[in-house]
């Protein structure tokens, strides 16, 4: 797609993590030519799970056709797992189209049936449930799997970005965008995953997305069997 104009395609939706959209954003409209089209089921203003107020310019029934879909996650992609709007969106648009999943945005391209026997990732609270969609479960931080790309938990969305920002123009133009964001992590503690989190610290996280994990497991069992999906034995049950 070099020099090629690129319109990229943004889901929006109520209790979504912003970060999951606003992190990505800040990399791929660096990108030369790139045009963002901020997309939700209608127009009206949302709130995402912290109170953020975002508003999209375009419906998914107006949406042009598009380069790359974007798709974010947070608590509210639980409300769209059986939405047929969304979901057959979604598969239209993949046809065409590069998909990029942040966080538990995979889940819902999972429901849509994108990730059927493609590598995949998600946030690590949300990782065991993607055999439920036919995933191949990955642990990395950034997956691409042919047109497919997802990445890890919330922050990865910046890591995913750069690389699909490497693959639609090339390295050089990646690094470009990462020096003049100056994305050079360095956080002051080393409790980025559950492996290298105190336990105390891991287990008091778990117990937090607790209610929500189980939500998700029976909303994806749910979901694996109207796919047709025989779940592997050694999977958590619902």
Known sequence: MDGKPLAIGSLVFPQMDQTDFTGPFEVLSRIPGSTIYVMGKDAAPIRDMKGLILTPEVRLSGAPS???????????????????????????????????????GALLCGAAG????????????????????????TRTRVVQDGNLITTSGVTAGIDGAL???ALLRGPELAQQIQLSIEYSPDPPFDSGTPES?????????????????????????????RLGIDVPAGVAPV
Do not use: K
């Open 114 to 137: 994108l990730l059927r026997g493609r590598r995949a990732t998600t946030h690590w609270a949300s990782f065991d449930l993607l055999p439920y969609f036919g995933a191949i479960p």
């Open 163 to 165: 690389q699909l920002a």
């Open 197 to 225: 989190a105190p336990l105390a610290v891991a287990n008091a996280v778990r117990r937090a997305y607790a209610d929500l994990t189980r939500t998700r497991r029976t909303t994806a069992a749910r979901v694996a069997e």
């Open 66 to 104: 598009l380069d790359v879909l974007h798709v974010p996650g947070g608590p509210g992609q639980e409300l769209l797992m059986d939405d047929d709007e969304v979901l057959s969106f979604l598969r239209e648009r993949a046809s065409t189209a590069v998909v990029f999943s942040v966080c538990t």
